[in-house]
């Protein structure tokens, strides 16, 4: 199979570059996962199901991805920069349970989510607790690169000195001096040299609970340390992509790159990729600003913004129908208007099995299909995408309606479009919508009151009762009447 040419946009050089990859065909794609403090919200939602489609994409495109997400479990402080209480020890206080009771519950619900949404899992999902001895080691490398320095059981990155011989400032595009200009004084931080310095291993206080032993004294890895100890672990020194949230540039992914390059002295990552953020009334969704929506508010339509629920498919298509890199701001009308366009596609993908073939084909498939390729080579456009997969949805509609033909050789390249691009690229599937659960429960229930209608009716009363006496344990009662006999589920 000839591997597709793909264009990404490179955060580091600002531009769309040829992706090529290290090793062909197979690509390393490391994406930072969530901070399984709390419930996701759509916003992370919306960061994870773009490297969900890029992951389809590129597998589809004949590459072989190791995609490693992680969990991040420990060592993400309050403030991004090391201050503040522990967000999963803040949390277990409130809720009284451990720590890792509240990593388990919310890793648990982030990955129901993710499934809800129909994301393919990744290749490696570790875990920043899992990975300590892989972070120490990590930072004694550093510390003998001579980029970090112990103060009083705390380990930083030296900034400064790094930035003596690297750009530090490289992936945000700003300067050194601008970055120390935006930066605040060392308020209470003076075992820091530098303001821009950054943990790498952070002293544990006497009242934290997670913590682990190291050659500085009991401790927890700083938040940034975990993502370039394990990228390195499971996808080598320099690999293909990294990717996140554009909200990770300026500190996070910058920090990853300095810690890589002081500890493996190499670029670390060949082609950055950022999401743009999900707003709501042009306000980047967040837990801190108090207006993020949980994808479950969402499906039932809980949540005082909403004026009904929605269900995750019409979501993910109202997600797909902007490109990863633009902003997406959340509206009722934008998802009342997706949910019809999820429908209409959905609706044409069913006719197409029934379509009859003629002779001749009145419009020509191969450009479509050519076109639905480029538009994903062209850094996974997903609109532009779903654009020709309508104009291939006109075609079905008019084909049944018998305003057009198609032949049978255009009929199975259309299928196949459909199939390879509404399905194994967008991850888009057909729903179990309530209804169709409906239909089905009536159907059954019908059968076994006509089952047992006919036992009564031959006196065969073991059997009847067996069937009521069944259905009562799960809850479902019968009412015979002169109308004959109806069926409710207890409450
Ligand atoms: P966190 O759990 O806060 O570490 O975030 C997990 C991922 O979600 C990161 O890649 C963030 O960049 C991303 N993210 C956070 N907020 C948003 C948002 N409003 N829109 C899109 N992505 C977001
Ligand atoms: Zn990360």
């Not at 994301?119 to 510390?143: C, D, F, N, R, V």
Request: glycine share 6%.
């Amino acid at each position: 199979m000839t591997l597709q040419q793909i264009e990404i946009f490179n955060t580091l050089t600002r531009k769309k570059e040829k992706f090529v990859p290290i090793n062909p065909p197979f690509v390393g794609m490391y994406v930072c996962g969530p901070t399984v403090y709390s419930d996701v919200h759509l916003g992370n939602c919306r960061t994870f199901i773009s490297f969900d489609l890029i992951y389809r994409y590129l597998v589809h495109a004949g590459y072989k991805v190791r995609y490693v997400r992680n969990i991040t479990d420990a060592g993400h402080l309050e403030g991004d920069r090391d201050e503040g209480e522990d967000k999963f020890a803040k949390k277990a206080k409130l809720e009284q349970v451990e720590p890792m009771e509240i990593v388990q519950k919310y890793t648990l619900g982030f990955r129901d989510v993710m499934r809800m949404f129909n994301t393919l899992s990744p290749s490696i999902e570790p875990t920043a607790t899992g990975h300590i001895l892989e972070q120490i080691e990590m930072t004694k490398q550093i510390i003998a690169s001579g980029l970090a320095y112990e103060s009083n059981g705390t380990v930083y990155f030296d900034v400064e000195k790094y930035s003596q011989k690297n750009n530090y400032g490289l992936l945000s595009n700003r300067k050194l001096e601008e970055l120390l200009e935006g930066t605040r004084e060392l308020g209470g931080q003076d075992e820091k040299k530098g303001r821009l310095d950054f943990a790498l291993w952070i002293k544990a206080k006497p009242e934290h609970i997670m913590r682990w032993p190291s050659p500085w004294g009991s401790g927890f890895p700083g938040w940034h340390i975990e993502c370039s100890a394990m990228s390195t672990k499971y996808l080598g020194t320099t690999f293909d992509i990294h990717g996140g949230g554009m909200d990770l540039i300026a500190t996070h992914h910058t920090n990853e790159i300095a810690q890589s390059q002081a500890c493996n002295h190499c670029e670390p990552v060949k082609y950055w990729m950022h999401t743009n953020m999900l707003t709501v009334n042009g306000v980047r969704m967040s837990k801190s600003a108090g207006n993020g929506f949980l994808p479950m508010e969402l499906f039932t339509g809980n949540h005082k913004l909403l004026e009904k629920g929605y269900s995750p498919m019409s979501v993910r298509f109202f997600m797909l129908q902007t490109h990863y890199r633009s902003t997406l701001d959340f509206s009722n009308e934008a998802l009342q208007a997706s949910e019809k366009g999820f429908e209409r596609l959905m609706n044409a993908v069913n006719t197409l099995e029934k379509l009859k073939t003629s002779e001749k084909s009145s419009s020509d498939i191969k450009p479509l299909h050519a076109k639905c390729y480029s538009a994903m080579n062209d850094d996974f456009n997903s609109p532009i995408l779903l654009a020709h997969l309508f104009d291939g949805v006109k075609i079905i509609n008019s084909t049944h309606a018998g305003t057009e033909t198609i032949s049978k050789e255009d009929l199975d390249l259309l299928k196949k479009t459909f199939h390879d691009f509404v399905f194994d690229v967008l991850g888009l599937k057909e729903e179990e919508s309530a209804s169709n659960n409906d239909e089905l429960a009536n159907n059954l229930m019908n059968l076994i009151l006509e089952i047992r209608n006919e036992a009564k009716a031959k006196k065969d009363f073991s059997t009847s009762d067996k069937i009521r006496d069944g259905l009562a344990k799960t809850k479902i009662s019968i009412k015979d009447s002169k109308e004959g006999t109806t069926w409710e589920l207890q409450k």
